[in-house]
């Protein structure tokens, strides 16, 4: 609390002294930034703080390249007006609208693009590169390591994830697995008995608290994602932690009817899974949609098995579940496809709703999760369903994810030629 206290008044000393001076028009100073997401004022406790770098390149380009671990994301979409400006992060919807004030942005993130209702309260703060500079003790134990995350603990909806952590001096970093996907390049620090993470990429946006126990569990945790996501959770070392097989999730239903689709691309072509396009091939169906974050990093990896494998008979096609607007909709998976390079087939499957989706996938059940890839047989049979993503935060976990499907392809690919 002594710690929150301390934050807060830094914070509001800075806030003051933003409003001292003016900016100049159509500018804000370059260098490091500590960039603030509030999803609620009255809990300063679980403000998003990340790091970022504003500076220009050899052509004069304006860049914001926000850092979380060795994760670097380069945002080269800025415009103003007056002394507002305006940052789209790359691949997903996500906008930042800021005024600056001196040393000081005050503005607003929509995690959707301004099209959508949702919006955060915006901070940044320059030349702070401390990720959390309230919190300044010697860290009361290393956290280093793989650990037993339970959500939710004693509740109905009560889970299992899997926190894989590196702690040097009191600057952690690391991800967290879950079955539905891992929560990516998480950052922080460990300040006396406080343990803190926290992750904005334009897709993903999250806070972990958590207090460190004298025997080195951490207790009393919370995390929260969005003004609707939010979890209690505790934690333990627990080096044999493992989550529930990927591929043992979703299934096809008994007697389910061959699967099929057909959905506009995004020149607004039919394409269903009976076309020429998908005969006699190996089919990998992805489940995803453009705000995913998860999907982002396992489209880049479809891609270069699509660039390996098409010659040999390999055909992917994503799903995408977005808004109920099909020409908004049609923007935005554009917009994924060109930053990300993928050059497989992209199709509009309506609005991303739990309804839509089991109606769109009828003839699965289980644990859908986005991503879900479905891989089918060249005689057109699921083979395989894969729940979930673990990406490149996750270490040896998506190594091992490359080596596995990369296998599974092969051996799709060598039947019944």
């Given at each position: 609390?002594?710690?929150?206290?301390?934050?807060?008044?830094?914070?509001?000393?800075?806030?003051?002294?933003?409003?001292?001076?003016?900016?100049?028009?159509?500018?804000?100073?370059?260098?490091?930034?500590?960039?603030?997401?509030?999803?609620?004022?009255?809990?300063?406790?679980?403000?998003?703080?990340?790091?970022?770098?504003?500076?220009?390149?050899?052509?004069?380009?304006?860049?914001?390249?926000?850092?979380?671990?060795?994760d670097r994301i380069s945002a080269t979409e800025l415009?103003?007006?007056?002394?507002?400006?305006?940052?789209?992060?790359?691949?997903?919807?996500?906008?930042?609208?800021?005024?600056?004030?001196?040393?000081?942005?005050?503005?607003?993130?929509?995690p959707r693009g301004k099209s959508e209702n949702r919006?955060?309260?915006?901070?940044?703060?320059?030349?702070?590169?401390?990720?959390?500079?309230?919190?300044?003790?010697?860290?009361?134990?290393?956290?280093?390591?793989?650990?037993?995350?339970?959500?939710?603990?004693?509740?109905?909806?009560?889970?299992?994830?899997?926190?894989?952590?590196?702690?040097?001096?009191?600057?952690?970093?690391?991800?967290?697995?879950?079955?539905?996907?891992?929560?990516?390049?998480?950052?922080?620090?460990?300040?006396?008995?406080?343990?803190?993470?926290?992750?904005?990429?334009?897709?993903?946006?999250?806070?972990?608290?958590?207090?460190?126990?004298?025997?080195?569990?951490?207790?009393?945790?919370?995390?929260?994602?969005?003004?609707?996501?939010?979890?209690?959770?505790?934690?333990?070392?627990?080096?044999?932690?493992?989550?529930?097989?990927?591929?043992?999730?979703?299934?096809?239903?008994?007697?389910?009817?061959?699967?099929?689709?057909?959905?506009?691309?995004?020149?607004?072509?039919?394409?269903?899974?009976?076309?020429?396009?998908?005969?006699?091939?190996?089919?990998?169906?992805?489940?995803?949609?453009?705000?995913?974050?998860?999907?982002?990093?396992?489209?880049?990896?479809?891609?270069?098995?699509?660039?390996?494998?098409?010659?040999?008979?390999?055909?992917?096609?994503?799903?995408?579940?977005?808004?109920?607007?099909?020409?908004?909709?049609?923007?935005?998976?554009?917009?994924?496809?060109?930053?990300?390079?993928?050059?497989?087939?992209?199709?509009?499957?309506?609005?991303?709703?739990?309804?839509?989706?089991?109606?769109?996938?009828?003839?699965?059940?289980?644990?859908?999760?986005?991503?879900?890839?479905?891989?089918?047989?060249?005689?057109?049979?699921?083979?395989?369903?894969?729940?979930?993503?673990?990406?490149?935060?996750?270490?040896?976990?998506?190594?091992?994810?490359?080596?596995?499907?990369?296998?599974?392809?092969?051996?799709?690919?060598?039947?019944?030629?």
């Amino acid at each position: 609390m002594k710690r929150l206290i301390q934050f807060t008044i830094i914070y509001c000393l800075l806030s003051v002294a933003g409003f001292s001076q003016n900016n100049v028009s159509g500018s804000f100073p370059t260098g490091d930034w500590l960039g603030v997401i509030s999803f609620n004022s009255t809990e300063p406790c679980l403000d998003v703080q990340f790091n970022f770098r504003h500076f220009s390149d050899y052509g004069n380009k304006e860049i914001v390249e926000i850092r979380n671990g060795e994760d670097r994301i380069s945002a080269t979409e800025l415009s103003w007006s007056g002394d507002t400006v305006l940052i789209r992060l790359p691949v997903h919807q996500a906008e930042i609208q800021a005024i600056c004030r001196n040393d000081t942005l005050y503005g607003t993130l929509y995690p959707r693009g301004k099209s959508e209702n949702r919006k955060y309260i915006f901070k940044a703060f320059h030349n702070i590169t401390d990720r959390f500079p309230a919190f300044n003790e010697s860290p009361a134990c290393d956290v280093t390591g793989r650990w037993k995350i339970t959500e939710n603990p004693g509740k109905e909806d009560e889970s299992v994830m899997i926190g894989i952590f590196q702690q040097r001096g009191s600057k952690v970093t690391g991800t967290v697995l879950t079955t539905t996907g891992d929560y990516r390049y998480l950052e922080g620090k460990v300040s006396g008995s406080n343990f803190m993470l926290s992750c904005f990429d334009g897709g993903f946006c999250m806070a972990f608290k958590a207090e460190i126990t004298k025997g080195c569990n951490l207790e009393n945790g919370i995390f929260q994602g969005s003004t609707t996501w939010k979890s209690t959770w505790r934690a333990e070392k627990d080096d044999t932690a493992e989550l529930p097989d990927s591929y043992s999730l979703v299934r096809e239903k008994s007697g389910a009817a061959p699967f099929g689709f057909s959905f506009p691309d995004i020149k607004g072509n039919i394409v269903s899974l009976g076309d020429e396009q998908f005969r006699n091939k190996v089919v990998i169906v992805q489940i995803m949609g453009t705000w995913c974050a998860n999907c982002k990093d396992e489209t880049i990896l479809f891609g270069e098995f699509y660039k390996k494998y098409r010659s040999r008979g390999l055909e992917i096609v994503a799903l995408c579940f977005e808004s109920k607007d099909r020409g908004v909709s049609l923007k935005r998976i554009q917009r994924f496809i060109d930053h990300t390079g993928a050059v497989y087939t992209f199709l509009y499957a309506g609005e991303a709703t739990r309804n839509n989706r089991n109606n769109v996938l009828y003839d699965l059940e289980g644990s859908i999760a986005y991503p879900t890839s479905i891989f089918i047989g060249r005689n057109g049979k699921i083979r395989k369903v894969h729940s979930g993503f673990s990406g490149p935060a996750t270490g040896k976990e998506y190594i091992n994810y490359i080596d596995n499907t990369t296998r599974m392809i092969e051996q799709l690919l060598d039947e019944n030629q």
